[in-house]
């Protein structure tokens, strides 16, 4: 059984960091089936895919344009998880923020963390 | 970027009854969708993958259907259970986009 443990704040200022960490048990980040992202939910833009890694002889990396130059994925191998960096956060960044693996499909998701941008 | 839309945006339906939720692509993708539940405060649950295969453990009420632009899930026999927001995804082409969501209750 995948489980996905999610960790970070929940309260980021504008123009500050924001950054969540996903910690996989049951899988490996290095796996070559398996692709690992973090897509976000709110109200005004519904469910948004915000990018990936995967390691298939090497490290693959892909970004939604929305947040491309913001963004950085990094994989952990020996702590077998993943990060997720968005820079320069504004208010329009709150939502719920989920790590996600893919394997034929989204089939396994963090519990979802909940990120406010405010001051 | 492909543009998925849902329809209809909302229904209510009996318990017994059979659901019917369409989704289109702005481009063909072939077979490249998959369908999601989301309960409420909940993360969503893949239901389907490449259009009709049933993912593990998910009822045999669900099943999909369709290629090119235009799928299909259909709930055969609605159960309370399966109340909550349900979205088509398309992994055809990056950015991997999703429909904005049918919400399912029960009349």
């Known amino acids: 059984q995948v489980l996905l443990q999610q960790s970070g704040p929940g309260l980021v200022e504008p123009s500050q960091i924001l950054s969540l960490t996903c910690a996989i048990s049951?899988?490996?980040?290095?796996?070559?089936?398996?692709?690992w992202n973090w897509i976000r939910q709110s109200p005004s833009r519904g469910l948004e895919w915000l990018g990936r890694t995967y390691y298939r002889s090497k490290w693959y990396y892909s970004y939604a344009d929305s947040v491309k130059g913001r963004i950085a994925i990094n994989p952990d191998t020996s702590r077998n998880q993943f990060s997720l960096q968005l820079n320069s956060v504004t208010p329009e960044d709150t939502a719920i923020y989920y790590c996600?693996?893919?394997?034929?499909?989204?089939?396994?998701w963090g519990q979802g963390t909940p990120v406010t941008v405010s001051s | 970027d492909i543009q998925m839309s849902q329809s209809p945006s909302s229904l209510s339906a009996s318990v017994g009854g059979r659901v019917t939720i369409t989704c289109q692509a702005s481009q063909d993708i072939t077979k490249s969708l998959n369908w999601y539940q989301q309960k409420p405060g909940k993360a969503p649950q893949l239901l389907i993958y490449a259009s009709s295969t049933l993912e593990g453990g998910v009822p045999s009420r669900f099943s999909g259907s369709g290629s090119g632009t235009d799928f299909t899930l259909i709930i055969s026999g609605l159960q309370p259970e399966d109340i909550g927001t349900y979205y088509c995804q398309q992994y055809d082409s990056l950015p991997l986009t999703f429909g904005p969501g049918t919400k399912v209750d029960i009349k």
């Open positions: 996600v693996r893919d394997s034929n499909g989204f089939d396994n």
């Open positions: 049951g899988d490996s980040v290095s796996a070559n089936i398996a692709a």
